[in-house]
């Protein structure tokens, strides 16, 4: 196999990977940042203030993100292993 296939499907995996984990990821930036706000603004500073809502929302992110994520896994796995034919000269 040519160089330049492996760095196309390497480059296709790490896109689908990128698709996948940007909106959990921007979740839990998102809720780390409202927790912050909120710490700042009382000046509590308890670690565990911070740690259970972002684990919380990230948990419930990934619950109803799953269908998707587990469509979007088949999807591009079908298309890897559908066609050998460009891997095999």
């Known amino acids: ?3 330049a296939q492996v760095v196309e499907i390497c480059r296709h995996t790490l ?5 996948l984990a ?4 921007a979740i839990a930036v998102a809720v780390s940042l409202l927790v912050n706000v ?8 308890e670690a565990t203030l911070s740690a259970v809502p972002r684990l ?12 998707w994520m587990w469509r979007q896994m088949g999807q591009y796995t079908v298309k890897l292993l559908s066609d050998f034919h460009p891997y095999v000269r």
């Open 1 to 3: 196999m040519p160089d």
């Open 15 to 19: 896109l689908e990977v990128l698709m």
């Open 22 to 25: 940007v909106p959990i990821l």
């Open 38 to 45: 909120v710490q700042v603004l009382t000046s509590l500073q």
């Open 56 to 67: 919380l929302a990230v948990a419930a992110a990934a619950f109803f993100m799953m269908p």
